[in-house]
Nanobody, 126 residues
Framework: QVQLVESGGGLVQAGGSLRLSCAAS????????MGWFRQAPGKDREFVAT????????KYTDSVKGRFTISRDNAKNSVYLQMNSLKPEDTAVYYC???????????????????WGQGTQVTVSS
């Protein structure tokens, strides 16, 4: 059973930065793509970013391109999301997820990821 634990969320002013971390309980995540999703109150969970198994390819949703960076350290069984220039509309619970394949999904929907963390709250004040 894969367990994912997110950390690093919090309250930040608009324009600020946060770095989210996701630690996995097993080394098998080093063989699969990883992703970050977010869910705001009253909205569906949405894709934010994904990275392939070796960290050579990434994909982002348009609204975070140029502001967020996903990375991974397979030696530490960890994935990160560096978030800069945060906006109030980035406010959400952020979830880490392990993919079903080593490659980035063409369409990164929630169905392409089969293990999920419990989420960490990110709140951006204006």
């Amino acid at each position: 059973q894969v367990q994912l634990v997110e950390s690093g969320g919090g309250l930040v002013q608009a324009g600020g930065s946060l770095r989210l971390s996701c630690a996995a309980s097993v080394r098998t995540i080093s063989t699969v793509a990883m992703g970050w999703f977010r869910q705001a109150p009253g909205k569906d969970r949405e894709f934010v970013a994904t990275i392939n198994w070796i960290g050579s390819l990434t994909k982002y949703t348009d609204s975070v391109k140029g502001r967020f960076t996903i990375s991974r350290d397979n030696a530490k069984n960890s994935v990160y999301l560096q978030m800069n220039s945060l906006k109030p509309e980035d406010t959400a619970v952020y979830y880490c997820a392990a993919g079903t394949s080593s490659t980035i999904p063409l369409v990164p929907t929630t169905s392409k990821f089969n293990y999920w963390g419990q989420g960490t709250q990110v709140t951006v004040s204006s």
